[in-house]
């Protein structure tokens, strides 16, 4: 038990509230069909990440923060750019731009040795979830104890208040960010700041998404921002039940994956663990999967409207 | 020179006056200099050919496109200040019909002023919104998913939205596209009705032998303004000739201009 506690909780809950966070963003980015954004604000954190390092020569939270986030401010830059230039889609110039930047980022983590500290391709692809250790969490009273508790490892407190963060974004802006989702040229005729609330949206998944990155790597992002929201999408025709779907899909997904991660392969007579990252991010896409073969909104208008008609 | 407009009190009192209105994608102008001020209690036609730029000219007006100049101003005032008095009604696929929302759900949307950002939607707004889809004969789909409407019921939907701001001035863009007879009845009786209670209704329209007799005002626009002014004055052989570029036939302007035998006044 006392392993639970030191090796497994604080992991456990970092990668439940990431992920509730994460679907909670997905399902306005599903909607708006802009599912891309997370996927490519996540893996411009990267060279961000490095490049903040390189000048600072710290991993303080901070600096990785403001690296992060002017990396996100060139990328949508620069997707404008190729747009504009280039004349073509968005997906497309999304695409092109995080691609070569995550690169880029690739090549400056190589090039600039950076293996003194903890930080290279794999601990930003898979994140250290596993390495959240609470030294100090050796007994259940631990947890009252203020002392254990200001040994818990910082990644804890920034993702909470990430979370906290992002979900009174969601509940304050509600109404715009509806009204916009759903028809943003009426938003901008009744004054409701489509825009305003478009740029509010991607910033607070960058924001996410950097916390995220730092505690548990860009996977279990990237899947979280979208299966979840996905799957409750083909679970319901109401926004509000889809909400609670997808966060019933995003716990499922964390507790689940983190356990079959640690323990499922010692279940199977293996003396091994697996990347609870990559776990996580699996059953998420598994229950997209599950959704789009037996959930029972997978069809759309075409098909009942005819039968209305 | 900008006081003395406002002064002048024809646009002081239109809920809509377009001054010099240029909107251009890239280097090409898809609206150029329009002038238009539009009568209040007027149900007012904007007719021109495919790419004369009548929706961009409202989505310019309406602050949804950016403008390269020009002034809208609502009963004298900038748009942005007045933006409550004006109801706006997309075109019908602009919009995702799959969002996961009701019927009920898209007319509430039309009480986003009367709501808090984060307000839950009571009793009286619902019942508000369920008295807006009586008027457009859609209450018994209330709780209907959108996507499972028919394109006639989505655009009474959008109509029964419009209702719901109770705004001065109503603009919709190709309320007819693709709707069955009946709907179309359905919503020339509301916007007529509307008329009556001294509301006016500016509306893109693309069905020629209509206009006459749906509309009392018409303006023809092929990027610049060709006319404007009552349908008998402003939309005649001439004026469509020149917004259409001789594209018409005699014979389509005969049956067009002349007025039909089964027009009926209101």
């Given at each position: ?22 679907a909670?963003?997905?399902n ?200 979840p929201a996905a799957a409750a999408r083909l679970m319901t025709?109401h926004l509000g039940h889809q909400i609670a779907w997808s966060q019933a899909f995003a716990l499922i ?34 229950i997209?999967?599950?959704a789009?073969?037996?959930g029972?909104h ?12 | ?99 996961p ?166």
């Open positions: 038990m006392a392993d639970f506690l030191m090796l497994s909780l604080v992991p456990l809950v970092v990668a439940v509230i990431i992920s509730l966070t994460c909670l963003l997905g306005f980015l599903v909607l708006r069909r802009q599912s891309l954004i997370g996927d490519a604000i996540s893996h411009v954190a990267l060279p961000g990440i490095v490049a903040s390092f390189l000048i600072t020569g710290t991993l303080a939270a901070s600096a990785m923060m403001v690296g992060a986030g002017v990396a996100a401010l060139v990328t949508v830059a620069m997707i404008e750019l190729i747009k504009h230039l280039g004349r073509v889609e968005s997906s497309a110039a999304m695409g092109v731009a995080f691609t070569a930047i995550f690169a880029l980022g690739v090549l400056m983590l190589e090039w600039n040795d950076a293996s003194g500290v903890h930080l290279d391709v794999e601990h930003a692809l898979y994140g250290n979830l596993e390495s959240l250790i609470w030294f100090e969490g050796q007994h259940w009273l631990s947890l009252f104890d203020r002392q254990a508790l200001a040994d818990l490892p910082p990644q804890l407190a920034r993702v909470t208040w990430v979370g906290l963060l992002v979900l009174a974004f969601v509940i304050v802006v509600w109404r715009p960010l509806v009204v916009g989702s759903f028809d943003p040229a009426f938003a901008a005729s009744i004054q409701a700041r489509p825009i305003l609330t478009d740029l509010l949206l991607v910033v607070m998944v960058a924001i996410t998404a950097i916390a995220a990155f730092e505690a548990v790597g860009s996977i279990i992002v990237i899947a979280m921002f979208i299966c025709n997904s964390a507790v689940l994956g983190y356990v079959l991660a640690g323990y499922g392969p010692g279940w199977i007579g293996v003396d091994a663990s697996l990347s609870a990252a990559g776990m996580i991010a699996s059953i998420a896409g598994l997209l999967l599950l789009c073969v037996f029972p997978r069809c759309r208008e075409s098909s009942q409207a005819v039968s209305d008609a | 020179m900008k006081a003395s407009r406002i002064d002048d009190p024809a646009i002081s009192r239109s809920p809509l006056a377009i001054q010099g209105l240029t909107v251009s994608y890239g280097q090409k102008p898809v609206v150029y200099s329009v002038d238009f001020i539009t009568p209040p209690g007027s149900l007012t036609a904007i007719v021109g050919p495919n790419g004369a730029g009548k929706s961009t000219m409202l989505k310019a007006a309406l602050g949804i496109k950016r403008r390269l100049s020009g002034e809208v101003l609502v009963y004298g005032e900038p748009y942005e200040q007045q933006s409550c008095h004006v109801a706006y009604v997309p075109q019908r696929n602009s919009v995702d019909w799959d969002f929302a009701t019927v009920l759900d898209v007319v509430v949307m039309g009480l986003f002023r009367d709501l808090r950002w984060w307000q839950l939607t009571r009793r009286h707004h619902r019942d508000m919104a369920l008295e807006c889809l009586c008027r457009v004969g859609m209450e018994a789909f209330a709780k209907r998913q959108i996507g499972q409407l028919s394109g006639g019921q989505q655009q009474r939907v959008f109509l029964a939205r419009a209702l719901a701001q109770s705004a001065d001035l109503t603009i919709l863009d190709e309320p007819f596209a693709g709707v069955d007879a009946a709907t179309e009845k359905a919503i020339v009786e509301v916007l007529k009705s509307l008329k009556r209670q001294g509301k006016t209704l500016l509306c893109v329209h693309h069905d020629l032998s209509t206009v006459r007799d749906y509309f009392d005002h018409v303006l023809l626009l092929n990027v610049r303004r060709i006319a404007a002014g009552p349908v008998d004055k402003a939309f005649t052989e001439k004026t469509l000739q020149e917004a259409y570029g001789g594209r018409l036939s005699s014979l389509q302007l005969e049956q067009i201009v002349m007025p039909s035998a089964t027009t009926q006044k209101v």
